[in-house]
């Protein structure tokens, strides 16, 4: 089954850190997400990537950039982290011939 | 543009009863529908979908009926287990490979 590997489980960062949140997929699926999870507002998509070098903004981007310069990586960047984005993050992927989307377990991120 | 609405939890429920969770969507044209479940420390995964209009899908004693004409998704099981107890997912994708989400509704069942 499609793996999508998220590096860490939970992460505490400082305000004004630049953080790295990575995400990894093993089946070559081109489209790639990255959405936040808050109580009572669901996820809520930051920034997706139909692939490799080409990302585009989702409904909630400000805060955020990606990168994607290999098709099986997409990195999350908090340029400055601020404590209104303390929230679980969670990468994913769209698999076109199943048409469905593979989760990672997702990156609790406080930051104090 | 696409929405998605369904009911606020959190929903609790005594094991073996029947379950009901209500999802609305909007959009053009003929979205395909999913259920996503989230269990407790995991991400999101496939619960059922529906391609089209009057499609039925179904998984693990769960189903829900692509019903058009009221623009609706809703979520069914007969008798619900302890093990049932997660965050439920209602969306649709309208063509674009991105999925739009409901904002999740809590399922919690006591023995």
């Known amino acids: 089954d499609v793996k999508v590997t998220q590096s860490s489980r939970y992460l505490v960062k400082r305000t004004g850190e630049k953080v790295f949140l990575e995400c990894v997929q093993d089946m070559d699926h081109e489209n790639m997400f990255w959405y936040r999870q808050d109580p009572g507002l669901g996820l809520r998509l930051i920034y997706f990537?139909?692939?490799?070098?080409?990302?585009e903004k989702g409904d909630i981007p400000e805060g955020y950039s990606v990168s994607r310069e290999k098709k099986e990586r997409f990195s999350l960047i908090l340029e400055s982290a601020s404590t209104n984005q303390t929230s679980m993050y969670l990468c994913?992927?769209?698999?076109?011939?199943?048409?469905?989307?593979?989760f990672g377990s997702g990156t609790q991120l406080s930051v104090l | 543009g696409n929405s998605v609405t369904q009911m606020e939890g959190p929903v609790t429920l005594s094991e073996e009863a029947f379950l009901t969770i209500n999802c609305t969507y909007t959009a053009t044209g003929y979205p395909s529908l999913f259920w996503y479940v989230q269990y407790p420390g995991e991400g999101l995964q496939l619960l059922l979908k529906?391609?089209?209009?009057?499609d039925k899908g179904s998984n693990k004693g769960f189903e829900a009926t692509y019903r058009k004409e009221t623009t609706s998704f809703h979520l069914e099981k007969g008798s619900v287990q302890v093990s049932d107890s997660a965050v439920y997912f209602c969306?649709?994708?309208?063509?674009?490979?991105?999925?739009?989400f409901g904002r999740g509704t809590s399922l919690i069942v006591h023995p």
């Open positions: 990537s139909y692939d490799v070098k080409m990302k």
């Open positions: 529906a391609t089209k209009a009057d």
């Open positions: 969306a649709l994708e309208g063509g674009s490979y991105i999925p739009t």
């Open positions: 994913a992927t769209w698999a076109g011939t199943s048409e469905k989307l593979f």
